[in-house]
């Protein structure tokens, strides 16, 4: 079983960029599809990026297209999510999911490994 961890977020102002780290342990991390997600109160958890086990396929939200950015160090097991010209729409607790498969998924109950999550909130 993979263990994910989350780490990056914080506050930060409109404009600004953070970059979230999920740090996995435990089985074949590269057999693994990637997933980031985000769920903001009152709001459906969203399907934000997606990254493929070999890293090629990349798949991503309309919204976060050209301001967003998924990359994975294998040697490192962690996947990133760098994030640019946040804005409010992007405050919410971002979660890192993991799936055994070489397609992503923008579904979140494709993925059946989470990490806890971790609070993004743009101030404007």
């Known amino acids: 079983q993979v263990q994910l961890v989350e780490s990056g977020g914080g506050l930060v102002q409109a404009g600004g960029s953070l970059r979230l780290s999920c740090a996995a342990s435990?089985?074949?991390?590269?057999?693994?599809?990637m997933g980031w997600f985000r769920q903001a109160p009152g709001r459906e958890r969203e399907g934000v990026s997606c990254?493929?086990?070999?890293?090629?396929?990349?798949v991503y939200t309309d919204s976060v297209k050209d301001q967003f950015a998924i990359s994975k160090d294998t040697t490192k097991a962690t996947v990133y999510l760098q994030m640019n010209s946040l804005n409010s729409e992007d405050t919410a607790v971002y979660y890192c999911?993991?799936?055994?498969?070489?397609?992503?998924?923008?579904?979140?109950?494709?993925?059946?490994?989470w990490g806890q999550g971790t609070q993004v909130t743009v101030s404007s």
């Open positions: 999911a993991a799936r055994r498969h070489l397609v992503c998924s923008s579904r979140a109950s494709a993925y059946d490994i």
């Open positions: 435990g089985r074949t991390f590269s057999n693994y599809a």
């Open positions: 990254i493929s086990p070999t890293g090629v396929g990349t």
